[in-house]
T-cell receptor, first 114, second 112 residues
Framework: GAVVSQHPSRVICKSGTSVKIECRSL??????MFWYRQFPKQSLMLMAT?????????EQGVEKDKFLINHASLTLSTLTVTSAHPEDSSFYIC??????????FGPGTRLTVT | TQLLEQSPQFLSIQEGENLTVYCNSS?????LQWYRQEPGEGPVLLVT?????EVKKLKRLTFQFGDARKDSSLHITAAQTGDTGLYLC????????????FGKGNQVVVIP
């Protein structure tokens, strides 16, 4: 149980384009989903927290207009990186939680912006 | 901001040896979680410790939560090559919003 998927696993896009990453909880309903980014040899940095049906809460320093988060249902959240630039290249990981403290992580999405 | 410091950052040992890694903070956490992450994958939850002084065992892995709920340790007995990975500790915020604060991780390499 507690399986979270992400799609795509890898994406390469050109600078200036937008990329959408999906995060799905496959066997449970996720009241809260979290989006993280991770640079090489670094830890996970929380970008935003989203609750189903409400606006996401962004961490300090994360541009909400650049990283659009939509938590449309209890099993799906999407992160759209708008007007991507090379510095947005990173490993993006989502996690899902159902009221408890434990978060279950997806396998991550490797974004490369050329 | 609740910060977690993990040490050592990197550890290389021979198969069969024992090792201990640490996760320390000046903050109190309602609970603390340990994850293992392999390259190119998301973290996988190993254990959650909640009570100060709690000890949990997962096969050859022993997790301990400090009495004051500020620190934790992970001890691996008779390490195997499959134990290689990045071990991340994460503290559950005491502010009640379920946010996790991650340490930078302990990179463990077990050499056959």
């Amino acid at each position: 149980g507690a399986v979270v998927s992400q799609h795509p696993s890898r994406v390469i896009c050109k600078s200036g384009t937008s990329v959408k990453i999906e995060c799905r909880s496959l066997d449970f309903q996720a009241t809260t989903m979290f989006w993280y980014r991770q640079f090489p040899k670094q830890s996970l940095m929380l970008m935003a927290t989203s609750n189903e049906g409400s606006k996401a809460t962004y961490e300090q320093g994360v541009e909400k207009d650049k990283f659009l988060i939509n938590h449309a249902s209890l099993t799906l959240s999407t992160l759209t990186v708008t007007s991507a630039h090379p510095e947005d290249s990173s490993f993006y990981i989502c996690s899902a939680s159902n009221r408890g403290h434990e978060q279950y992580f997806g396998p991550g999405t490797r974004l490369t912006v050329t | 901001t609740q910060l977690l410091e993990q040490s050592p950052q990197f550890l290389s040992i021979q198969e069969g040896e024992n090792l201990t890694v640490y996760c320390n903070s000046s903050s109190v956490f309602s609970s603390l979680q340990w994850y293992r992450q392999e390259p190119g994958e998301g973290p996988v939850l190993l254990v959650t410790v909640v009570t100060g002084g709690e000890v949990k065992k997962l096969k050859r892995l022993t997790f301990q939560f400090g009495d004051a709920r500020k620190d934790s340790s992970l001890h691996i007995t008779a390490a195997q090559t499959g134990d290689t990975g990045l071990y991340l500790c994460a503290g559950v915020s005491s502010y009640g919003n379920n946010r996790l604060a991650f340490g930078k991780g302990n990179q463990v390499v077990v050499i056959p």
